[in-house]
């Protein structure tokens, strides 16, 4: 919701509107994470900014208009994985005990997170079969 509050509007909206069950998972800031909670949304916007959290839908009755029921509504990561994962006690307390790991595994979750959103950029391009256009 702190990256988009139209995306979150209409995924909710989708998701009541689907004949069936639907699911919506979402990124909910807690004060075990560390952060000040007056920013909670800030701090959502960042998990987007950095490619952790990739805003997406997935909208089965679109297979049914012969589109790809994947989409993706966040743009490129725009700043480094650390840029929101250090604001959040709970990553910071591993530089503060080992730093050097700290930085690989900041190091390994940039990458992680630009293989995921690419990954998905690949299969909201993807066309459907055309069996699966007729469902």
Same mark, same amino acid.
């Given at each position: 919701?702190?990256?988009?509050d139209?995306?979150t509007?209409k995924t909710? +909206?989708?998701? !009541?509107?689907? %004949?069936?069950p639907?699911?919506v998972?979402? &990124?909910s800031?807690?004060?075990?994470?560390?952060?000040?909670?007056r920013k909670g949304?800030?701090?959502q916007?960042l998990?987007?900014?950095?490619?952790?959290?990739?805003l997406?839908?997935?909208?089965?009755?679109?297979?049914?208009?012969?589109k790809?029921? +994947?989409?993706? !509504?966040?743009? %490129?990561?725009?700043?480094?994985?650390?840029? &929101?994962?250090y604001?959040?006690?709970?990553?910071?307390?591993?530089?503060?005990?080992?730093?050097n790991?700290a930085?690989?595994?900041?190091n390994?979750?940039?990458?992680d997170?630009k293989?995921?959103?690419?990954?998905?950029k690949q299969m909201?391009a993807?066309?459907?079969?055309a069996?699966?256009?007729n469902?």
């Amino acid at each position: 919701m702190g990256s988009s509050d139209q995306q979150t509007l209409k995924t909710l +909206l989708e998701a !009541d509107a689907y %004949d069936g069950p639907s699911l919506v998972i979402a &990124y909910s800031h807690c004060i075990a994470h560390g952060i000040d909670m007056r920013k909670g949304l800030d701090q959502q916007k960042l998990a987007v900014n950095s490619g952790i959290w990739p805003l997406y839908r997935y909208n089965p009755n679109l297979a049914k208009e012969g589109k790809n029921p +994947l989409v993706i !509504d966040s743009k %490129d990561p725009s700043i480094p994985v650390k840029e &929101y994962a250090y604001n959040e006690t709970r990553y910071r307390m591993l530089v503060q005990s080992d730093e050097n790991r700290a930085e690989l595994l900041m190091n390994e979750a940039e990458d992680d997170a630009k293989r995921r959103v690419e990954m998905y950029k690949q299969m909201a391009a993807m066309q459907l079969p055309a069996s699966d256009q007729n469902k």
